[in-house]
């Protein structure tokens, strides 16, 4: 156990439905070529334990946004810090996205993603929080609905830490 974290969704939990969720996706793309594009930071690990449970051919984008806001909250300003590098013109486009909160992040995402031209976009995302969503926003992949709490470890960060935990956990008081 982590002196940091408590555990709220285990390394087994996560790489399990990691399993289910690539199969769905395996098979709703298949005889498609994939544009994989992780949202940094926080999805880097997702992204790569996703991408290997994925057996369409594919290729990585990254792309980086900050909110602003302080540590635990966003503000809901959403500001592109890092463009993804390739073209989407008729593109199979799928956002990787750590977490769902107002869900503002990933409308910006789509947003400004969906009018590249692509053959179709959709969203993966590891963890939503549905209690906190502020704006309307297609999730069509989902690992686990959580609370309105706030969470660390798997790529999720605090100040930037605890991103390294092998699980989701929430913060001890
Ligand atoms: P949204 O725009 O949906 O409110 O927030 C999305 C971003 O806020 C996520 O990509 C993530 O970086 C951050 N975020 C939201 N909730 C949490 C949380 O519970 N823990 C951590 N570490 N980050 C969060």
Not at 47 to 70: H, K, Q, W
Not at 83 to 101: A, R, T
Request: proline share 3%.
């Amino acid at each position: 156990m982590n002196p940091v974290a408590d555990v709220l969704i285990s390394k087994e939990k996560i790489a399990a439905r990691i399993q289910e969720i690539g199969a769905q996706i395996n098979k709703d793309y298949a005889g498609k070529e994939l544009t994989v594009v992780c949202v940094l930071k926080g999805s880097f690990i997702f992204m790569a334990d996703l991408v290997r449970a994925l057996n369409v051919p594919l290729t990585c984008e990254f792309i980086s946004v900050s909110s602003y806001g302080n540590e635990k909250t966003s503000s809901g300003e959403v500001k592109l810090v890092l463009d993804i590098s390739k073209p989407l013109d008729g593109k199979h486009v799928l956002i990787v996205e750590d977490i769902v909160d107002s869900g503002l992040t990933l409308k910006f995402i789509r947003d400004l993603l969906g009018v590249r031209n692509p053959a179709s976009i959709a969203c993966c995302a590891l963890l939503e929080k549905p209690e906190a969503l502020k704006t309307q926003v297609s999730v069509e992949y989902t690992g686990f609905k959580i609370g309105n709490e706030f969470v660390v470890g798997y790529g999720l960060d605090y100040a930037q830490k605890y991103r390294e935990l092998p699980y989701i956990g929430l913060m001890k008081a």
